[in-house]
């Protein structure tokens, strides 16, 4: 039998409608892969790109008997850090571009296409579904198509209508794209085999809150997906509930199930339902907990004056880079300088001009470091202090923790100052803190300091959580493109009233 012939495509965006625009220099930026460039990647020591890829080659490859039993057919894949929506002509560019190489790449078996599903465009709330319905129109109907999705996806129709299956993220902080992308290598190959499943899917007006969607134990969320799992049978191939990105605003917003059977979609729907039915009996626990930054302040001036005491980590779940955020607004900064902070680290801050300036001034000098000069957004503050020059680095290093681990990783030209009590990472290259690497690899020993505060929602957890207990954990409640309270923001397209936006939110099952 020839070996198999598989497409492997994908578009990667979280796109936040209150964020700037991206285009071409922001994929560049972090991924932008053409052909060949995905399998080394895929199969790299230390990939740099999606673990999901990586996983389904591994996966392919371990089931064929190595590279040569299936022939992947790679054509384009492209992520950004998660930011605004992104820009009409380059999206329709590279969906050109993609339809171009699958046409000319014809036949092929199967495809898989490695998505995050929670983009926006300037002109569409829904390039997934453009990218989804343009590999269908390529292949045809008889061909299997598996997509892999962030937990963070909303889904349309078209998406729906496009793809055999959709396998969601379950993991919050996502620890698990490398397993998702063998799920997919899997059932690519049970269709491929001849399998057509059927799926349904129920959406609730139901958009949660960032930092109450962890699948630890104790939140909701992590109970939703639980109940999911233990539904999967001989019958069941797939259980995704995706609580969907709120900042994306728009009509497909929502709390989403997905149920996928081998046969029998009445199944299907009798566990999406049921499902769904529980998330809706549970929104009560979807409303977030935060303390104020005054009194993150005074915790951080009582750490950092009594060296017995256990030390804090301090969150910015507003301010995210990993949901569209700029990772350089200065509250939590500013007021930890102010109060007179000592023995707190900050990491990362996005600020290429500072970095700029401390690299001019080399390392030891003192400087006054003037943040966020070359920043419009209007909620990324000015903030001037003296500061010293610590160190300088060229951002480039191989994660050891949580999502971090055993990828290559790059914050661009770094540079650490000491500003005051606080020591603060500067990047180059916007992202979020997703593990201590974010201090160590810049000369910072997180075990040394009495608080740490990071730029991150919630992935940072599973990249501290050795140094770290969710008690002495706190989340940080202040302005910003991510806030967790959804009130602050003036939504146009979200379907109303959404529960907990609005507390008169009604559902009732599908008949
Ligand atoms: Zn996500």
């Not at 009130?487 to 379907?495: G, I, K, N, V």
């Amino acid at each position: 039998m020839a070996a198999k012939r598989i497409a492997v495509l994908g578009f990667s965006l979280e796109s936040n409608r209150f964020a700037p625009p991206c285009g071409e220099a922001d994929f560049r930026e972090r991924s932008f892969l053409v052909g060949e460039e995905i399998c080394l990647d895929a199969r790299a020591e230390h990939p740099a790109h999606d673990l999901s890829l990586t996983g389904f080659y591994a996966d392919m490859d371990a089931a064929c008997g190595g590279a040569a039993g299936w022939q992947a057919v790679p054509i384009r894949f492209i992520a950004s850090m998660p930011a605004g929506p992104v820009e009409e002509a380059f999206f329709k560019d590279f969906l050109e571009n993609c339809r171009r190489d699958l046409a000319a790449a014809q036949p092929v078996d199967g495809v898989y296409i490695c998505e995050h599903g929670g983009a926006i465009a300037t002109h569409t709330h829904d390039p997934d579904g453009d990218m989804f319905t343009m590999v269908r129109e390529v292949v045809g109907p008889a061909v299997p198509i598996v997509a892999t999705l962030d937990l963070h996806c909303n889904i349309s129709d078209e998406m729906e209508e496009a793809v055999d299956l959709m396998i969601g993220y379950r993991t919050n902080p996502h620890v698990d794209l490398y397993e998702r992308g063998v799920e997919a290598a899997g059932a690519l190959r049970e269709m491929m085999a001849g399998l057509r499943p059927k799926s349904y899917r129920v959406r609730l007006p139901l958009v949660a809150p960032s930092v109450t969607q962890l699948t630890a134990d104790g939140y909701p969320y992590g109970d939703l997906i639980k109940r999911g799992q233990a539904m999967i049978d001989e019958e069941i191939m797939n259980v995704s509930a995706v609580t969907g990105f709120a900042f994306a605003d728009t009509p497909k917003n929502g709390l989403t199930v997905v149920v996928t059977a081998r046969h029998d979609v009445a199944r299907a729907k009798q566990v999406a339902i049921e499902l769904a039915e529980s998330a809706w009996r549970d929104r009560e626990r979807y409303r977030p907990r935060m303390i104020s930054v005054e009194e993150a302040a005074a915790k951080a001036c009582a750490v950092g004056a009594d060296a017995s005491a256990p030390a804090l980590l301090f969150a910015d779940p507003a301010d995210n880079p990993g949901g569209g955020g700029r990772g350089n607004t200065t509250y939590i900064l500013a007021a930890f300088h102010a109060a007179g902070v000592t023995g707190c680290a900050l990491s990362p801050f996005f600020d290429a001009p500072l970095v700029a300036r401390a690299m001019a001034a080399g390392e030891g000098a003192v400087i006054e470091a003037a943040f966020n000069t070359g920043e419009t957004q209007e909620l990324s503050l000015p903030f001037t202090a003296e500061a010293r020059v610590r160190g300088l680095f060229d951002g480039s290093f191989i994660g050891t923790q949580g999502m971090a681990a055993g990828k290559s990783m790059n914050t661009g030209p770094t540079a650490v100052l000491e500003v005051g009590g606080v020591t603060v990472v500067v990047v180059s290259q916007r992202q979020q803190a997703l593990s201590s690497d974010y201090f160590s690899v810049f000369g910072i020993d997180p075990t040394a300091m009495r608080s740490l505060v990071v730029k991150s929602r919630g992935h940072f957890r599973a990249g501290f959580s050795h140094l770290f207990d969710p008690a002495r954990i706190h989340e940080v409640d202040v302005l910003g493109l991510t806030s967790p309270v959804l009130a602050r923001f003036d939504w146009r397209y979200l379907p109303r009233p959404v529960f907990p936006l609005d507390e008169d939110a009604t559902w009732s099952p599908p008949m």
